[in-house]
Protein backbone atom coordinates (compact mmCIF):
# COMPACT_ATOMS: atom_id res chain seq x y z
CA UNK A 1 0.00 0.00 0.00
CA UNK A 2 1.35 3.33 -0.91
CA UNK A 3 1.10 6.36 1.37
CA UNK A 4 -2.27 7.68 0.07
CA UNK A 5 -3.57 4.66 0.65
CA UNK A 6 -2.29 4.07 4.41
CA UNK A 7 -3.78 7.94 5.49
CA UNK A 8 -7.17 7.41 3.55
CA UNK A 9 -7.20 3.69 5.31
CA UNK A 10 -6.92 5.32 9.14
CA UNK A 11 -9.11 8.41 7.74
CA UNK A 12 -12.13 5.86 7.33
CA UNK A 13 -10.83 4.05 10.34
CA UNK A 14 -11.47 6.92 12.35
CA UNK A 15 -14.70 7.99 10.88
CA UNK A 16 -16.47 4.65 10.57
CA UNK A 17 -15.69 4.16 14.52
CA UNK A 18 -17.03 7.97 15.30
CA UNK A 19 -20.20 7.22 13.45
CA UNK A 20 -20.43 3.51 14.98
CA UNK A 21 -20.26 5.28 18.34
CA UNK A 22 -22.47 8.02 17.80
CA UNK A 23 -25.15 5.58 16.43
CA UNK A 24 -25.20 3.00 19.59
CA UNK A 25 -25.62 6.13 21.46
CA UNK A 26 -28.39 7.24 19.64
CA UNK A 27 -29.96 3.79 19.34
CA UNK A 28 -28.89 3.18 22.85
CA UNK A 29 -27.41 -0.24 21.78
CA UNK A 30 -24.28 -1.44 22.53
CA UNK A 31 -21.10 0.32 20.34
CA UNK A 32 -19.42 -2.90 19.59
CA UNK A 33 -22.64 -4.33 17.74
CA UNK A 34 -21.86 -1.52 15.15
CA UNK A 35 -17.89 -1.75 15.22
CA UNK A 36 -18.35 -5.31 14.31
CA UNK A 37 -20.80 -5.18 11.32
CA UNK A 38 -18.50 -2.47 10.27
CA UNK A 39 -15.52 -3.85 10.26
CA UNK A 40 -17.10 -7.21 8.80
CA UNK A 41 -18.71 -5.17 5.94
CA UNK A 42 -15.35 -3.56 5.41
CA UNK A 43 -12.99 -6.60 5.61
CA UNK A 44 -13.78 -9.88 4.79
CA UNK A 45 -17.80 -8.61 2.81
CA UNK A 46 -16.22 -5.57 0.54
CA UNK A 47 -12.67 -6.48 0.68
CA UNK A 48 -11.95 -2.63 1.39
CA UNK A 49 -10.05 -3.16 4.34
CA UNK A 50 -7.17 -5.53 4.98
CA UNK A 51 -5.25 -4.67 8.74
CA UNK A 52 -2.34 -7.60 7.39
CA UNK A 53 -1.55 -5.34 4.05
CA UNK A 54 -2.13 -1.99 6.15
CA UNK A 55 0.29 -2.71 8.92
CA UNK A 56 2.32 -5.83 8.26
CA UNK A 57 4.58 -6.57 10.96
CA UNK A 58 3.42 -4.07 13.21
CA UNK A 59 -0.10 -5.23 13.53
CA UNK A 60 0.34 -8.10 16.37
CA UNK A 61 2.87 -5.75 18.53
CA UNK A 62 -0.29 -2.81 18.27
CA UNK A 63 -2.83 -5.59 19.19
CA UNK A 64 -0.65 -7.07 21.66
CA UNK A 65 -0.34 -3.18 23.41
CA UNK A 66 -4.08 -2.29 22.82
CA UNK A 67 -5.21 -5.53 24.80
CA UNK A 68 -2.52 -4.60 27.64
CA UNK A 69 -3.97 -1.06 28.04
CA UNK A 70 -8.09 -2.71 27.55
CA UNK A 71 -7.12 -5.26 30.35
CA UNK A 72 -4.97 -2.18 32.67
CA UNK A 73 -8.28 0.17 32.18
CA UNK A 74 -9.82 -2.44 33.54
CA UNK A 75 -8.27 -3.63 36.33
CA UNK A 76 -8.30 -0.19 37.95
CA UNK A 77 -12.06 -0.27 38.40
CA UNK A 78 -11.60 -3.92 40.83
CA UNK A 79 -11.24 -2.02 44.60
CA UNK A 80 -11.64 -4.92 46.74
CA UNK A 81 -12.72 -2.63 49.06
CA UNK A 82 -15.91 -2.80 47.33
CA UNK A 83 -15.88 -6.30 47.26
CA UNK A 84 -17.84 -6.63 50.55
CA UNK A 85 -19.93 -4.04 49.57
CA UNK A 86 -21.79 -5.91 45.80
CA UNK A 87 -23.68 -8.63 47.51
CA UNK A 88 -23.92 -12.44 48.08
CA UNK A 89 -25.07 -12.85 44.79
CA UNK A 90 -22.57 -10.68 42.25
CA UNK A 91 -19.75 -12.56 44.47
CA UNK A 92 -20.95 -15.82 43.72
CA UNK A 93 -21.63 -15.20 40.06
CA UNK A 94 -18.05 -14.32 39.55
CA UNK A 95 -16.49 -17.03 41.21
CA UNK A 96 -18.93 -20.52 41.77
CA UNK A 97 -21.10 -19.49 38.91
CA UNK A 98 -18.64 -18.33 36.36
CA UNK A 99 -16.12 -21.79 37.26
CA UNK A 100 -19.90 -23.24 36.08
CA UNK A 101 -20.17 -21.18 32.93
CA UNK A 102 -16.72 -22.05 31.77
CA UNK A 103 -16.89 -25.49 32.80
CA UNK A 104 -20.32 -25.86 30.86
CA UNK A 105 -18.63 -24.02 27.50
CA UNK A 106 -15.80 -25.74 28.00
CA UNK A 107 -17.16 -28.79 27.59
CA UNK A 108 -19.99 -27.76 25.07
CA UNK A 109 -16.93 -26.37 22.32
CA UNK A 110 -15.32 -29.56 22.73
CA UNK A 111 -17.51 -32.23 22.37
CA UNK A 112 -19.73 -29.76 19.57
CA UNK A 113 -17.07 -28.33 17.42
CA UNK A 114 -14.08 -30.80 18.11
CA UNK A 115 -11.80 -28.52 20.02
CA UNK A 116 -9.15 -29.92 21.81
CA UNK A 117 -9.25 -29.58 25.63
CA UNK A 118 -6.76 -26.58 25.76
CA UNK A 119 -8.32 -24.62 23.38
CA UNK A 120 -11.77 -25.47 24.71
CA UNK A 121 -10.94 -24.44 28.22
CA UNK A 122 -9.27 -21.11 26.82
CA UNK A 123 -12.48 -20.12 24.81
CA UNK A 124 -14.39 -20.84 28.19
CA UNK A 125 -12.40 -18.23 29.83
CA UNK A 126 -12.86 -15.80 26.73
CA UNK A 127 -16.66 -16.19 26.73
CA UNK A 128 -17.29 -15.43 30.56
CA UNK A 129 -16.71 -12.02 30.43
CA UNK A 130 -19.68 -8.92 29.94
CA UNK A 131 -18.49 -5.92 30.51
CA UNK A 132 -20.12 -2.46 31.23
CA UNK A 133 -19.90 -1.59 27.87
CA UNK A 134 -22.38 -3.75 26.82
CA UNK A 135 -24.61 -4.63 29.89
CA UNK A 136 -24.88 -0.43 30.74
CA UNK A 137 -26.50 0.44 27.04
CA UNK A 138 -29.01 -2.70 27.60
CA UNK A 139 -29.64 -1.83 30.82
CA UNK A 140 -31.29 1.42 30.11
CA UNK A 141 -33.42 0.26 27.19
CA UNK A 142 -34.27 -2.59 29.46
CA UNK A 143 -34.68 -0.15 32.54
CA UNK A 144 -35.63 -3.41 35.23
CA UNK A 145 -35.68 -3.39 39.09
CA UNK A 146 -32.78 -2.10 40.59
CA UNK A 147 -32.05 -5.25 42.13
CA UNK A 148 -32.28 -7.05 38.96
CA UNK A 149 -29.65 -3.92 37.28
CA UNK A 150 -27.46 -3.05 40.23
CA UNK A 151 -26.51 -7.45 40.00
CA UNK A 152 -26.11 -6.95 36.42
CA UNK A 153 -23.99 -3.53 36.80
CA UNK A 154 -21.21 -4.93 39.26
CA UNK A 155 -21.00 -8.20 37.40
CA UNK A 156 -20.22 -6.74 34.49
CA UNK A 157 -17.05 -4.45 36.23
CA UNK A 158 -15.91 -7.55 38.31
CA UNK A 159 -16.10 -10.30 36.06
CA UNK A 160 -13.79 -8.16 33.23
CA UNK A 161 -10.66 -8.07 35.00
CA UNK A 162 -11.47 -11.40 36.30
CA UNK A 163 -11.93 -13.02 33.55
CA UNK A 164 -9.17 -11.54 31.25
CA UNK A 165 -7.13 -12.48 34.32
CA UNK A 166 -8.48 -16.46 33.85
CA UNK A 167 -7.97 -16.02 30.37
CA UNK A 168 -4.50 -15.03 30.88
CA UNK A 169 -3.58 -17.69 33.11
CA UNK A 170 -4.91 -20.44 30.99
CA UNK A 171 -3.08 -19.41 28.08
CA UNK A 172 0.35 -19.31 29.80
CA UNK A 173 -0.45 -22.84 30.40
CA UNK A 174 -1.39 -24.17 27.38
CA UNK A 175 1.88 -22.37 25.97
CA UNK A 176 3.40 -23.63 28.67
CA UNK A 177 2.77 -27.25 27.70
CA UNK A 178 3.45 -26.45 24.19
CA UNK A 179 7.15 -25.78 24.60
CA UNK A 180 7.77 -27.77 27.90
CA UNK A 181 8.95 -31.60 27.50
CA UNK A 182 6.44 -33.42 29.62
CA UNK A 183 3.73 -31.66 32.50
CA UNK A 184 6.62 -31.39 35.17
CA UNK A 185 8.08 -29.02 32.29
CA UNK A 186 5.49 -27.31 31.72
CA UNK A 187 4.33 -26.83 34.80
CA UNK A 188 7.23 -25.50 36.08
CA UNK A 189 7.11 -23.04 33.34
CA UNK A 190 3.16 -22.08 33.69
CA UNK A 191 4.71 -21.31 37.37
CA UNK A 192 7.42 -18.84 35.77
CA UNK A 193 5.07 -17.30 33.86
CA UNK A 194 2.59 -16.50 37.20
CA UNK A 195 6.07 -15.37 39.07
CA UNK A 196 7.28 -13.50 36.66
CA UNK A 197 3.81 -11.69 35.65
CA UNK A 198 2.81 -11.29 39.27
CA UNK A 199 6.52 -9.91 40.25
CA UNK A 200 6.51 -7.27 37.24
CA UNK A 201 2.95 -6.14 37.93
CA UNK A 202 3.02 -5.70 41.44
CA UNK A 203 6.28 -4.08 41.47
CA UNK A 204 5.00 -2.19 38.36
CA UNK A 205 2.19 -0.98 40.19
CA UNK A 206 4.18 -0.04 43.57
CA UNK A 207 6.85 1.96 42.03
CA UNK A 208 4.47 3.67 40.08
CA UNK A 209 2.24 4.50 43.00
CA UNK A 210 4.98 5.79 45.18
CA UNK A 211 5.61 8.33 42.84
CA UNK A 212 2.20 9.31 42.30
CA UNK A 213 2.12 9.27 46.48
CA UNK A 214 5.03 11.23 46.88
CA UNK A 215 4.34 13.83 44.19
CA UNK A 216 7.63 13.15 42.35
CA UNK A 217 5.87 14.27 38.76
CA UNK A 218 3.37 16.96 37.95
CA UNK A 219 0.00 16.54 37.54
CA UNK A 220 0.55 16.82 33.40
CA UNK A 221 2.81 14.16 33.39
CA UNK A 222 0.99 11.52 35.21
CA UNK A 223 -0.73 10.51 32.28
CA UNK A 224 2.23 9.87 30.09
CA UNK A 225 4.00 8.29 33.12
CA UNK A 226 1.07 5.77 33.80
CA UNK A 227 0.97 5.05 29.76
CA UNK A 228 4.79 4.78 29.81
CA UNK A 229 4.80 2.56 32.98
CA UNK A 230 2.39 0.29 31.41
CA UNK A 231 4.00 -0.80 28.01
CA UNK A 232 6.94 -0.49 29.88
CA UNK A 233 6.20 -3.59 32.14
CA UNK A 234 4.36 -5.58 29.44
CA UNK A 235 7.08 -5.25 27.39
CA UNK A 236 9.51 -6.07 30.40
CA UNK A 237 7.74 -9.07 31.07
CA UNK A 238 7.35 -11.03 28.36
CA UNK A 239 11.05 -10.19 28.08
CA UNK A 240 11.76 -12.02 30.94
CA UNK A 241 9.40 -14.77 30.54
CA UNK A 242 7.39 -15.21 27.25
CA UNK A 243 3.21 -14.68 27.76
CA UNK A 244 3.54 -12.98 31.31
CA UNK A 245 2.83 -9.43 30.29
CA UNK A 246 -0.92 -9.53 30.30
CA UNK A 247 -0.66 -10.61 33.58
CA UNK A 248 1.48 -8.36 34.57
CA UNK A 249 -0.58 -4.89 33.69
CA UNK A 250 -3.90 -6.78 35.26
CA UNK A 251 -1.69 -6.85 38.87
CA UNK A 252 -0.36 -3.54 37.94
CA UNK A 253 -3.68 -2.17 37.88
CA UNK A 254 -5.16 -4.00 40.43
CA UNK A 255 -2.45 -2.85 42.54
CA UNK A 256 -2.34 0.30 42.07
CA UNK A 257 -6.43 0.83 42.64
CA UNK A 258 -6.09 -0.59 45.99
CA UNK A 259 -2.80 1.63 47.40
CA UNK A 260 -3.49 3.39 49.81
CA UNK A 261 -3.19 7.35 49.82
CA UNK A 262 -2.36 6.97 45.38
CA UNK A 263 -6.00 8.86 43.64
CA UNK A 264 -6.41 7.03 40.55
CA UNK A 265 -9.46 9.09 39.11
CA UNK A 266 -7.59 10.94 36.94
CA UNK A 267 -5.57 8.31 35.73
CA UNK A 268 -8.92 6.28 35.13
CA UNK A 269 -10.69 9.26 32.98
CA UNK A 270 -7.61 9.16 30.84
CA UNK A 271 -7.66 5.62 30.34
CA UNK A 272 -11.12 5.49 29.73
CA UNK A 273 -10.87 7.92 26.66
CA UNK A 274 -7.78 6.12 25.84
CA UNK A 275 -9.82 2.65 25.97
CA UNK A 276 -12.58 4.34 23.59
CA UNK A 277 -10.17 5.09 20.90
CA UNK A 278 -8.43 1.91 21.08
CA UNK A 279 -11.16 -0.12 21.45
CA UNK A 280 -13.49 1.51 18.51
CA UNK A 281 -10.57 0.80 16.04
CA UNK A 282 -9.22 -2.01 17.35
CA UNK A 283 -12.84 -4.01 16.59
CA UNK A 284 -13.06 -2.57 13.25
CA UNK A 285 -9.48 -4.05 12.56
CA UNK A 286 -10.05 -7.36 14.33
CA UNK A 287 -13.43 -7.85 12.70
CA UNK A 288 -12.25 -6.94 9.18
CA UNK A 289 -9.76 -9.95 9.70
CA UNK A 290 -12.36 -12.15 10.09
CA UNK A 291 -12.19 -15.43 8.29
CA UNK A 292 -15.89 -15.81 7.46
CA UNK A 293 -15.82 -19.40 5.52
CA UNK A 294 -13.49 -20.70 8.52
CA UNK A 295 -17.03 -19.69 10.72
CA UNK A 296 -19.37 -21.19 8.30
CA UNK A 297 -17.42 -24.20 7.79
CA UNK A 298 -18.57 -24.71 11.86
CA UNK A 299 -21.69 -25.69 10.34
CA UNK A 300 -24.55 -25.68 12.70
CA UNK A 301 -23.01 -26.72 15.84
CA UNK A 302 -22.69 -22.99 16.11
CA UNK A 303 -25.95 -22.37 16.78
CA UNK A 304 -26.20 -25.34 19.36
CA UNK A 305 -22.88 -23.71 21.25
CA UNK A 306 -25.11 -20.45 21.60
CA UNK A 307 -28.38 -22.63 22.69
CA UNK A 308 -25.73 -24.07 25.19
CA UNK A 309 -24.78 -20.49 26.73
CA UNK A 310 -27.46 -18.57 26.37
CA UNK A 311 -30.14 -21.79 28.26
CA UNK A 312 -27.59 -23.65 29.99
CA UNK A 313 -24.26 -22.08 31.24
CA UNK A 314 -25.81 -19.03 32.10
CA UNK A 315 -29.35 -20.21 34.20
CA UNK A 316 -26.44 -22.58 35.96
CA UNK A 317 -24.55 -19.83 36.63
CA UNK A 318 -27.66 -17.21 38.07
CA UNK A 319 -29.35 -20.94 39.99
CA UNK A 320 -26.20 -21.26 41.97
CA UNK A 321 -25.57 -17.61 42.40
CA UNK A 322 -29.09 -16.64 43.45
CA UNK A 323 -29.97 -19.91 45.67
CA UNK A 324 -30.98 -19.14 48.87
CA UNK A 325 -31.46 -15.30 47.98
CA UNK A 326 -34.45 -12.71 48.32
CA UNK A 327 -35.04 -12.60 44.56
CA UNK A 328 -37.78 -14.16 43.12
CA UNK A 329 -38.31 -16.21 40.13
CA UNK A 330 -39.43 -13.51 38.22
CA UNK A 331 -35.88 -11.77 38.58
CA UNK A 332 -33.96 -15.01 38.67
CA UNK A 333 -35.07 -15.31 34.87
CA UNK A 334 -34.32 -12.09 33.68
CA UNK A 335 -30.46 -12.42 35.06
CA UNK A 336 -30.43 -15.46 33.56
CA UNK A 337 -31.57 -13.71 30.14
CA UNK A 338 -29.32 -10.96 30.08
CA UNK A 339 -25.57 -11.76 29.42
CA UNK A 340 -24.14 -10.16 26.38
CA UNK A 341 -20.54 -10.68 25.91
CA UNK A 342 -18.12 -7.99 24.70
CA UNK A 343 -15.02 -6.28 24.37
CA UNK A 344 -12.41 -7.99 26.49
CA UNK A 345 -13.76 -10.54 24.99
CA UNK A 346 -12.99 -10.46 21.64
CA UNK A 347 -9.92 -8.20 22.35
CA UNK A 348 -8.60 -10.95 24.41
CA UNK A 349 -9.27 -14.18 21.81
CA UNK A 350 -7.79 -12.04 19.30
CA UNK A 351 -4.40 -11.50 20.76
CA UNK A 352 -4.06 -15.44 21.84
CA UNK A 353 -5.11 -16.23 18.65
CA UNK A 354 -2.38 -15.09 17.19
CA UNK A 355 -0.01 -16.13 19.16
CA UNK A 356 -1.25 -19.74 18.86
CA UNK A 357 -1.37 -20.15 15.07
CA UNK A 358 2.19 -19.28 15.36
CA UNK A 359 3.00 -21.77 17.85
CA UNK A 360 0.89 -24.09 15.56
CA UNK A 361 -1.85 -24.62 18.25
CA UNK A 362 -4.57 -26.78 16.44
CA UNK A 363 -7.80 -24.71 16.09
CA UNK A 364 -6.13 -21.61 17.57
CA UNK A 365 -7.39 -19.61 13.79
CA UNK A 366 -10.94 -20.49 14.80
CA UNK A 367 -10.88 -18.77 17.90
CA UNK A 368 -11.71 -14.95 17.12
CA UNK A 369 -14.66 -16.18 14.64
CA UNK A 370 -16.09 -18.15 17.17
CA UNK A 371 -15.40 -15.61 19.64
CA UNK A 372 -17.57 -12.93 17.44
CA UNK A 373 -20.21 -15.36 17.13
CA UNK A 374 -20.92 -15.58 20.60
CA UNK A 375 -20.65 -11.64 21.12
CA UNK A 376 -22.91 -11.01 17.96
CA UNK A 377 -25.48 -13.64 18.90
CA UNK A 378 -25.91 -12.50 22.41
CA UNK A 379 -25.86 -8.83 21.65
CA UNK A 380 -28.61 -9.29 18.88
CA UNK A 381 -30.63 -11.57 20.61
CA UNK A 382 -30.61 -9.89 24.37
CA UNK A 383 -30.64 -6.70 23.05
CA UNK A 384 -33.92 -7.47 20.77
CA UNK A 385 -35.75 -9.26 23.28
CA UNK A 386 -34.73 -8.50 26.91
CA UNK A 387 -36.91 -5.34 27.55
CA UNK A 388 -40.03 -7.24 26.21
CA UNK A 389 -39.11 -10.37 28.71
CA UNK A 390 -38.81 -7.59 31.71
CA UNK A 391 -42.12 -6.65 30.66
CA UNK A 392 -43.57 -10.00 30.54
CA UNK A 393 -41.89 -10.94 33.57
CA UNK A 394 -43.21 -7.68 35.34
CA UNK A 395 -40.14 -6.71 36.54
CA UNK A 396 -39.46 -3.83 34.74
CA UNK A 397 -39.39 -0.21 36.20
CA UNK A 398 -42.32 1.73 35.22
CA UNK A 399 -41.96 4.92 33.26
CA UNK A 400 -38.81 6.92 35.16
CA UNK A 401 -39.85 9.09 37.76
CA UNK A 402 -36.58 9.59 39.74
CA UNK A 403 -34.50 12.55 40.14
CA UNK A 404 -30.43 12.94 38.90
CA UNK A 405 -29.62 15.76 41.20
CA UNK A 406 -26.24 17.12 39.56
CA UNK A 407 -25.08 18.93 43.30
CA UNK A 408 -24.74 17.81 46.36
CA UNK A 409 -24.75 21.30 47.90
CA UNK A 410 -27.16 22.66 50.92
CA UNK A 411 -29.81 23.79 48.10
CA UNK A 412 -29.62 20.31 46.58
CA UNK A 413 -29.38 17.97 49.65
CA UNK A 414 -32.68 19.99 50.92
CA UNK A 415 -34.74 19.65 47.38
CA UNK A 416 -33.21 15.70 47.61
CA UNK A 417 -34.69 15.32 51.06
CA UNK A 418 -37.95 17.07 49.85
CA UNK A 419 -38.26 14.85 46.76
CA UNK A 420 -37.41 11.56 49.04
CA UNK A 421 -40.31 11.96 51.16
CA UNK A 422 -42.65 12.48 47.91
CA UNK A 423 -41.36 8.61 47.32
CA UNK A 424 -39.26 9.73 43.92
CA UNK A 425 -35.90 7.67 43.67
CA UNK A 426 -33.13 10.31 43.77
CA UNK A 427 -29.14 10.30 43.14
CA UNK A 428 -26.89 12.75 44.00
CA UNK A 429 -23.80 13.83 41.95
CA UNK A 430 -20.96 16.05 43.12
CA UNK A 431 -17.30 16.38 42.53
CA UNK A 432 -16.62 17.81 46.44
CA UNK A 433 -15.91 14.91 49.04
CA UNK A 434 -17.49 17.56 51.33
CA UNK A 435 -20.47 17.59 50.00
CA UNK A 436 -21.07 13.94 48.80
CA UNK A 437 -19.96 13.09 52.58
CA UNK A 438 -22.84 15.45 53.87
CA UNK A 439 -25.01 14.07 51.23
CA UNK A 440 -24.74 10.58 52.81
CA UNK A 441 -24.83 11.48 56.25
CA UNK A 442 -28.50 12.57 55.11
CA UNK A 443 -28.99 9.15 53.77
CA UNK A 444 -28.74 10.29 50.36
CA UNK A 445 -27.65 8.19 47.39
CA UNK A 446 -24.81 9.92 45.74
CA UNK A 447 -22.12 9.41 42.97
CA UNK A 448 -18.77 11.03 43.56
CA UNK A 449 -17.71 12.28 40.27
CA UNK A 450 -18.90 14.66 37.02
CA UNK A 451 -22.08 12.81 35.78
CA UNK A 452 -20.79 13.97 31.99
CA UNK A 453 -17.35 11.65 32.58
CA UNK A 454 -16.67 8.65 30.75
CA UNK A 455 -16.57 6.89 33.89
CA UNK A 456 -20.40 7.71 34.44
CA UNK A 457 -21.25 6.38 31.67
CA UNK A 458 -20.53 3.02 32.77
CA UNK A 459 -21.13 3.19 36.62
CA UNK A 460 -23.67 6.10 36.96
CA UNK A 461 -26.95 4.14 37.99
CA UNK A 462 -29.86 5.74 36.18
CA UNK A 463 -32.19 2.69 36.60
CA UNK A 464 -35.57 4.56 37.64
CA UNK A 465 -34.57 7.89 36.62
CA UNK A 466 -36.19 10.37 34.36
CA UNK A 467 -35.59 13.98 35.33
CA UNK A 468 -32.33 16.31 35.63
CA UNK A 469 -32.18 18.76 38.17
CA UNK A 470 -29.12 20.79 37.64
CA UNK A 471 -28.76 22.36 40.90
CA UNK A 472 -24.98 23.09 40.99
CA UNK A 473 -23.52 26.78 41.50
CA UNK A 474 -21.42 26.40 38.23
CA UNK A 475 -23.54 27.37 35.82
CA UNK A 476 -21.14 26.02 32.93
CA UNK A 477 -21.43 22.20 34.88
CA UNK A 478 -25.34 22.85 34.76
CA UNK A 479 -25.38 23.46 31.26
CA UNK A 480 -22.81 20.60 30.19
CA UNK A 481 -25.06 18.06 32.67
CA UNK A 482 -28.07 19.10 30.84
CA UNK A 483 -26.52 19.18 27.18
CA UNK A 484 -24.87 15.39 27.99
CA UNK A 485 -29.07 13.92 29.54
CA UNK A 486 -31.10 15.85 26.72
CA UNK A 487 -30.90 12.43 24.88
CA UNK A 488 -31.67 10.60 28.04
CA UNK A 489 -34.45 12.38 29.75
CA UNK A 490 -35.59 14.64 26.77
CA UNK A 491 -36.03 18.29 26.52
CA UNK A 492 -39.18 18.95 28.98
CA UNK A 493 -37.43 16.88 32.32
CA UNK A 494 -34.36 19.55 32.77
CA UNK A 495 -34.27 21.96 35.49
CA UNK A 496 -31.63 23.64 36.58
CA UNK A 497 -30.97 27.19 38.65
CA UNK A 498 -29.47 29.56 37.02
CA UNK A 499 -26.01 30.44 38.74
CA UNK A 500 -25.57 34.22 39.95
CA UNK A 501 -23.22 34.94 37.02
CA UNK A 502 -25.60 33.49 34.32
CA UNK A 503 -28.45 35.68 35.27
CA UNK A 504 -26.04 39.20 34.88
CA UNK A 505 -25.18 38.19 31.94
CA UNK A 506 -26.70 39.00 28.41
CA UNK A 507 -28.04 36.49 25.59
CA UNK A 508 -24.47 37.24 24.13
CA UNK A 509 -22.57 35.34 27.04
CA UNK A 510 -25.36 33.18 28.47
CA UNK A 511 -25.53 29.66 27.28
CA UNK A 512 -29.06 29.21 25.02
CA UNK A 513 -32.42 28.03 26.43
CA UNK A 514 -32.12 25.05 24.16
CA UNK A 515 -28.88 23.95 25.97
CA UNK A 516 -29.77 25.05 29.60
CA UNK A 517 -32.48 23.33 31.29
CA UNK A 518 -36.04 25.12 31.95
CA UNK A 519 -36.12 27.37 35.28
CA UNK A 520 -37.06 25.74 38.50
CA UNK A 521 -39.88 26.80 40.41
CA UNK A 522 -43.04 29.49 39.88
CA UNK A 523 -40.83 31.99 40.59
CA UNK A 524 -37.80 31.39 38.35
CA UNK A 525 -35.32 30.59 41.50
CA UNK A 526 -31.37 31.00 41.11
CA UNK A 527 -29.02 29.32 42.80
CA UNK A 528 -27.74 32.02 45.34
CA UNK A 529 -31.73 33.50 45.62
CA UNK A 530 -32.07 29.72 46.91
CA UNK A 531 -29.21 29.79 48.75
CA UNK A 532 -29.68 32.77 50.82
CA UNK A 533 -33.42 32.02 51.55
CA UNK A 534 -32.33 29.17 52.97
CA UNK A 535 -29.92 30.27 55.01
CA UNK A 536 -31.94 33.23 56.13
CA UNK A 537 -34.60 30.48 57.62
CA UNK A 538 -36.63 29.18 54.35
CA UNK A 539 -37.86 26.07 54.03
CA UNK A 540 -38.99 23.59 52.02
CA UNK A 541 -42.79 22.70 53.20
CA UNK A 542 -44.60 19.61 52.07
CA UNK A 543 -48.64 20.50 52.39
CA UNK A 544 -51.47 18.29 51.10
CA UNK A 545 -54.64 19.89 49.82
CA UNK A 546 -57.37 18.89 50.98
CA UNK A 547 -61.93 19.76 50.77
CA UNK A 548 -61.51 22.27 53.52
CA UNK A 549 -57.65 23.41 53.03
CA UNK A 550 -57.98 24.55 48.36
CA UNK A 551 -55.28 25.21 46.73
CA UNK A 552 -56.74 28.97 46.86
CA UNK A 553 -56.46 28.99 50.47
CA UNK A 554 -53.10 27.84 50.09
CA UNK A 555 -52.24 30.86 47.45
CA UNK A 556 -54.00 33.18 49.83
CA UNK A 557 -52.57 31.74 53.21
CA UNK A 558 -48.55 31.86 51.48
CA UNK A 559 -48.73 34.76 49.08
CA UNK A 560 -45.71 35.65 47.65
CA UNK A 561 -43.70 34.22 50.24
CA UNK A 562 -43.64 30.60 48.60
CA UNK A 563 -41.82 29.48 45.64
CA UNK A 564 -43.96 26.25 44.08
CA UNK A 565 -41.44 23.16 43.25
CA UNK A 566 -42.97 20.38 42.76
CA UNK A 567 -46.68 18.89 43.19
CA UNK A 568 -47.74 15.07 43.44
CA UNK A 569 -51.07 14.55 42.23
CA UNK A 570 -53.87 11.67 43.45
CA UNK A 571 -51.78 9.00 40.97
CA UNK A 572 -48.64 9.29 42.55
CA UNK A 573 -46.84 11.72 39.87
CA UNK A 574 -44.73 14.19 41.05
CA UNK A 575 -44.90 17.42 38.63
CA UNK A 576 -41.90 19.69 38.59
CA UNK A 577 -42.68 23.04 38.71
CA UNK A 578 -41.71 26.33 36.24
CA UNK A 579 -43.13 29.56 35.34
CA UNK A 580 -44.70 28.08 32.48
CA UNK A 581 -46.68 25.58 34.56
CA UNK A 582 -50.34 26.13 34.79
CA UNK A 583 -50.85 23.37 37.47
CA UNK A 584 -54.42 23.29 39.00
CA UNK A 585 -54.06 20.92 42.10
CA UNK A 586 -56.79 19.42 43.75
CA UNK A 587 -57.72 17.88 47.50
CA UNK A 588 -55.31 15.12 47.51
CA UNK A 589 -52.25 16.62 45.93
CA UNK A 590 -49.10 17.06 48.04
CA UNK A 591 -47.21 20.73 47.41
CA UNK A 592 -43.86 21.21 47.87
CA UNK A 593 -42.56 25.07 48.21
CA UNK A 594 -39.71 27.04 49.59
CA UNK A 595 -41.30 28.75 51.76
CA UNK A 596 -39.87 32.16 53.70
CA UNK A 597 -40.61 32.11 57.50
CA UNK A 598 -43.76 34.78 58.74
CA UNK A 599 -43.19 37.18 61.53
CA UNK A 600 -43.44 35.35 64.71
CA UNK A 601 -46.63 35.42 66.80
CA UNK A 602 -48.64 36.56 63.98
CA UNK A 603 -51.89 34.83 62.96
CA UNK A 604 -50.81 34.01 59.59
CA UNK A 605 -47.98 31.95 61.09
CA UNK A 606 -50.09 29.87 63.28
CA UNK A 607 -52.28 29.05 60.44
CA UNK A 608 -49.59 27.95 58.53
CA UNK A 609 -47.79 25.66 61.12
CA UNK A 610 -51.05 23.79 61.28
CA UNK A 611 -51.45 23.20 57.54
CA UNK A 612 -47.64 22.42 57.09
CA UNK A 613 -45.66 19.11 57.81
Known amino acids: MNEQQI ?3 FATIGAS ?22 GILAGPVLGWLDPQALF ?3 LFPMVS ?3 ALILFEGSLTLHLSEWREIGTVVRRMVTVGALATWAVIAAATHYLLGFTWEMALLFGTLTLVT ?4 IVPMLRVVR ?11 EGIVIDPIGALLAVVVFSFIIASGEGEGWSQSLATFAGVILCGSLFGVAGGWTLGQVLRRQWLPDYLHNLAVLATVLGVFIASNEAMHESGLLAVTLMGMWLANMKGVDVRHILHFKENLSVLLISGLFILLAARLDLGALLALGPAVLVLLAVIQFVARPLNVALSTFGSNLNWRERALLAWISPRGIVAAAVSAIFAIRLSETGHAGAELLVPLTFAVIIGTVVLQSATARPLASLLKVAEPAPSGFLIVGANPVARTIGKALQQLGCRVLLTDSSWENIRAARMDNLPTYFGNPASQHAEAHLDLVGIGHLLALSPAGELNTLASMRFRHEFGHARLFSLASGQESRRSDKHRASDEHRGRPLGNQALTYPHAASRLA ?3 ELYSTTLTDSFTWSEYQALHGSRATLLFARDREGWVHVVTPQSNLQPQSGWTLVALVEP ?4 SESAELESLQTS
Open 7 to 9: LFA
Open 17 to 38: ALACQWLAWRLRLPAILFLLIC
Open 56 to 58: GPL
Open 65 to 67: MAV
Open 131 to 134: GPTV
Open 144 to 154: PKASVANILRW
Open 536 to 538: KGA
Open 598 to 601: QPAG
